[in-house]
């Protein structure tokens, strides 16, 4: 129930984390999700988790939350307390919901602000305009949320993140659902706020190739097992097939990976990227 830590050598530079996990182990009754988990999330770095359903990404962001306590091993902030964005997963919203598209992006900038006074007011409306204008949603922003494409209320969830102007952004499966247009346009302003303010994000997929590029490593959960390096050392068959117990074929395909189980190999773990073999 151990993971090997290919490479904490690959991330470069010895930064500071802002994040730290070290021997961490979340368990529900026996079952151990991950054990033994160190990982360091540094300022300006890109880190994937993928893994089945049920894997245990969600609960990993949940810990990073401060909504789960471990059941052992130690999670601590190296440089002190930091602003955390969230983008968690998709929900359908009830079209009956009359909140404002701004309104929702108002709620990532209050945080634990109250009564911000009339000075306070001027500069939430400012920088409420100025995220929901870096997601391209200015056209819909005044429009109840419940009305909303899928979409746009993606983007509206990513301003709502950025606008709390995070040091780690923790993004659970922000893509599902959208198409690839919008998958590119999401991926990039995420990207963005990394380069431009060097924040960390951690970034729940089930689906790699979408963020490939700006992928520094992968943290790869499978039954309890896991693996961290950089994605040339995780995406292997070798490394895959040792997670998974069973014969997996990973091909690079131009720069896509595509990988390939055996029939009923994961059964109803099947990650959505994993392709069914036809031998
Ligand atoms: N509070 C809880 N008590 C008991 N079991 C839980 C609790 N929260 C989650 N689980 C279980 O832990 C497992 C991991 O859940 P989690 O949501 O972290 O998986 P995931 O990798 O994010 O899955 P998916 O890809 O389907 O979103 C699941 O089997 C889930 O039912």
């Not at 599902?176 to 999401?186: M, N, P």
């Amino acid at each position: 129930m151990t993971g090997d830590l290919l490479s904490e050598s690959s991330v470069g530079a010895v930064e500071q984390p802002l994040v730290s996990l070290r021997g961490a182990t979340l368990s529900y009754g026996q079952r151990a999700l991950w054990a033994d988990l160190d990982l360091d999330l540094c300022p300006g770095e890109f880190v994937a988790v993928l893994g089945p359903n049920g894997s245990g990404k969600t609960s990993l962001l949940r810990v990073l939350l401060g909504l789960q306590k471990l059941s052992s091993g130690r999670l601590t902030l190296p440089g002190g307390d930091h602003k955390v964005g969230y983008i968690p997963q998709q929900r359908a919203v009830d079209p009956s919901i009359t909140l404002r598209g701004r309104d929702l992006v108002a709620l990532g900038y209050d945080g634990h602000k109250w009564g911000v006074g009339l000075k306070g007011m001027r500069t939430r409306r400012q920088r409420v305009d100025e995220a929901i204008r870096a997601v391209g949603a200015t056209a819909f922003a005044n429009r109840p949320v419940g009305l909303l494409s899928g979409g746009e209320q993606q983007r509206l969830r990513v301003a709502q993140a950025l606008v709390s102007d995070p040091a780690v952004l923790l993004c659970d499966e922000p893509l599902l659902s959208l198409d690839l247009a919008h998958q590119r346009a999401v991926s990039e302003l995420i990207d963005k706020r990394r380069t431009e303010a060097d924040t960390a994000v951690l970034f729940v997929t089930h689906e790699i190739n979408p963020i490939l590029p700006l992928v520094d490593r992968v943290l790869y959960l499978v039954d309890g097992r896991f693996r961290i390096g950089a994605p040339d050392e995780v995406m292997t068959s070798e490394v895959l097939s040792e997670l998974y117990r069973t014969q997996i074929d990973v091909v690079r395909v131009r720069d896509q990976i595509i990988v390939v189980g055996a029939h009923g190999a994961v059964e109803s773990d099947q990650p959505h990227h994993l392709q069914a073999r036809s031998d």
